[in-house]
C-alpha cells in the first residue's frame, strides 16, 4: 500500500467518502471532456473535414487523472458479448483503452460512442451519488449534492451536445435522437437551477460567467432551433461552431465546479483543523481530570449522600404537594364546572358556547329584606350559610350545576356544561321541588318560630356561557332565558315553583309532574306571560309543601363533601 493510502485510510470516514466523492467528481469530468472531443472527432472525419483535435492529448490527461486516483470504486459496465461485469481500476483502464483503439469515422461508432461514455459516466455518478448519502451526517452534504447536480448537468449537456452537432452537420434529427436531445436538455438546465438553489452564492457566478460568455447567446438560440427540428441543409461549418460554443460554455461551468471543489476543501481542511484542536482539549482536560480525579471522587461520594437526602425529602414533599394539589383542585372544581376547570388550567382560554336548550332555576328567601333588618351580620351569615349548605348537599343527587348564589338569591341551570339531551327540565324540576319540600320545614336558626319561605321560578331556552374575568374569574350565563327565569322567580308566590308555559310544555312532552295554570301575569319586559305552578309529580298526590322532611334538612350541621375534602376527610 502506498504512502499517500495510508494517509488516507487515517483520515475519518466521512472526510475519506468526501475525497473519494470528489475524486471521482474529476474522472467523470475528464470522461466527458474525452467524449465530446472523441465524438467531434469521428464526426469531422465521417462528413470529410480534417479534425482540428487530437483526441491523443486527451487520452493521455484522462490516464494522468485515472492514475493518481487515491480510491477506484469497482463500476458496473456491460461487456462485449453481453451482460454487466464490475471492474476494478485495472480492468476499467484495460476496458478503455481498448475501446479507444476501436475508434473509426463509420457512422455506427457515433452510436457506439456516446453509449459508451454515457454509460461509464452513468455508473460513476450513481456511486456518487451513494457517497454523498454516506457524508449526509455532515455540514458538507450541501455542497456535494450541489457538485453532483452540476456534474450531472454538464454530463447531460455533452450528450445533448452530440445531438445538436449532427443536427446541424445532418440537417435533422430523427425518431429517438431529437427525443433524446430534448430530455438531455432539459434535465441539464433542471440540475443546474438545482446546483444554484443548493449554494445560493453560485448565482451571481453564474449571472457573469453567462454575461462573460460570448457565445452564450447564440447557444441559446441554437438550442430552439434545434428544438423545432425543422429540416434544413447540413452545414457542417454550422456544426462545428455549434460545438466549440457548447465547448467554451460547458468549460465555463468547469469553472463552477473549481470553485465548489474549493469550498468543499476549505470545509475539510477546516473540520480536520477543528478535529486536531478538540483531540488537544481533551488531551489537556484528561490530564487535568486525572489528575483531580481523587478530589472528583471526594466529592463525588458527598454529592451522592446529599442528592440522596434530597430526593428522600423531595419525594416527601412531592407527596405533600400532590395531596394540596387534589385539595386545590377540589375547591377549583367546586368554583367552577369540571369540564370549564379542566380546560381552564390546560389552555387559560374557555370560548363562550351556545346552548340551544337548557333550565335555569331561580329561588329566594320570601321576607329576607325584613328578616336582615331585625337580624345582626352575624346572623344574617349564619342563616344563609345554614340553608345553603342543606341545598348545595342536596342539589349533588341531580344533574345540575350551581351557577351561584347573591344574597338570598340561588341560581342553577341544567343542560350545561355538559349536555344532557331533554333531561335539564325533569332535573331542575325534580331539584325545586325536592328543595321546597325541605325548605317548608327549614327554622331559622335565631328565630325559631319561624319557618323559611321560598319562592321559586323556572324557565327553559337557549343561553351563552362562559368564564368571565381574569382576576376571579366566574362561569356566568347569558341571555333571555335567564332573565326570563329570574322573572318567574320575582313574580312567583312563597313555596311555589312558578314556571312559564315553554317549561310547562317540555314537561307535558316528557310526562310525570302535574302543574296549575296560573293564567296571565304582567311580566317586566316582557308584557304579558301565560304561566303554571308546578305542584308534583304524578306519582304524589300531595302537595309540595306537605313533603315530608328531607334526610338532608334533618341535620342542621350537615356540610357539603367538599369542605370535609379540603380538610383531607373522607377523599379517595
Known sequence: MSPAQLQFNKLPQYLIE???????????TYMQLERSEVAFYVY?????????????????????????????????????????????????RNRLNEFRQKISSEESSMSEILQWYTTVNA??????????????????????????????????IGISSVYGVNYFGRGVLRGLNYINYVKQD?????????????????KNVYKKLTNATKN????????????????????????????ESVASYTNELRK????????????????????????????????????????????????????????????????????EKKKSDSLLLQMLPPSVATQLKQTKQVP?????????????IVGFTEISAVSTPLEVVTFLNKIYKLFDARIECYDVYKVETIGDSYMVASGLPVKNGNKHVTEIASMALDLLAGSAHFKIPHRKSETLQMRSGAHVGPVVAGIVGSKMPRYCLFGDTVNTASRME??????????????????????????????????????????????CKESITQRTVEMETPTYLQDEDSEPVFMRRLRGEDYN
Request: with cysteine; glycine share 6%; hydrophobic share 40%.
Open 490 to 535: 320575582s313574580t312567583g308566590e312563597a313555596l311555589k315553583i312558578h314556571i312559564s308555559s315553554d317549561m310547562k310544555k317540555a314537561l307535558d312532552a316528557i310526562g310525570g309532574y302535574k302543574t296549575e295554570h296560573r293564567g296571565l301575569v304582567d311580566v317586566k319586559g316582557k308584557g304579558l306571560m301565560d304561566t303554571y305552578w308546578l305542584t
Open 256 to 323: 463552477l465546479q473549481q470553485d465548489l471543489r474549493l469550498v468543499i476543501k476549505n470545509y475539510v481542511d477546516d473540520d480536520l483543523q477543528h478535529a486536531a484542536n478538540q483531540e488537544a482539549v481533551g488531551i489537556a482536560i484528561l490530564i487535568v481530570v486525572l489528575a483531580v480525579s481523587p478530589i472528583i471522587i471526594w466529592l463525588v461520594r458527598n454529592a451522592v449522600a446529599t442528592i440522596q437526602l434530597y430526593a428522600a425529602n423531595l419525594a416527601s414533599k412531592a407527596k405533600e404537594l400532590k395531596k
Open 123 to 156: 455508473a460513476m455518478l450513481d456511486h456518487l451519488t451513494n457517497q454523498i448519502k454516506e457524508t449526509d451526517n455532515s455540514g458538507v452534504w450541501r455542497y456535494l449534492l450541489a457538485f453532483k447536480s452540476l456534474l450531472r448537468s454538464i454530463e447531460s
Open 352 to 364: 363562550a358556547e351556545f346552548y340551544s336548550c337548557v333550565t335555569v332555576y331561580f329561588s329566594d
Open 18 to 28: 468526501v475525497t473519494i466523492a470528489t475524486e471521482l467528481g474529476r474522472i467523470v
Open 44 to 92: 469531422t472525419n465521417a462528413n470529410g473535414s480534417t479534425p482540428s483535435i487530437d483526441i491523443s492529448q486527451r487520452f493521455e490527461v484522462t490516464d494522468s487523472a485515472l492514475q493518481n486516483i487515491t480510491n477506484f470504486p469497482p463500476v458496473s459496465l456491460p461487456q462485449e458479448g453481453g451482460g454487466i461485469v464490475e471492474m476494478d481500476l485495472t480492468a476499467f
Open 216 to 243: 452564450y447567446g447564440s447557444i441559446q438560440h441554437k438550442s430552439d432551433i434545434i428544438v423545432q427540428n425543422i429540416k434544413r441543409t447540413p452545414n457542417i461549418t454550422e456544426a462545428i461552431d455549434y460545438f
Open 186 to 202: 432539459a434535465i441539464a438546465k433542471d440540475l443546474l437551477n438545482g446546483t444554484l438553489n443548493y449554494v445560493p452564492y453560485l
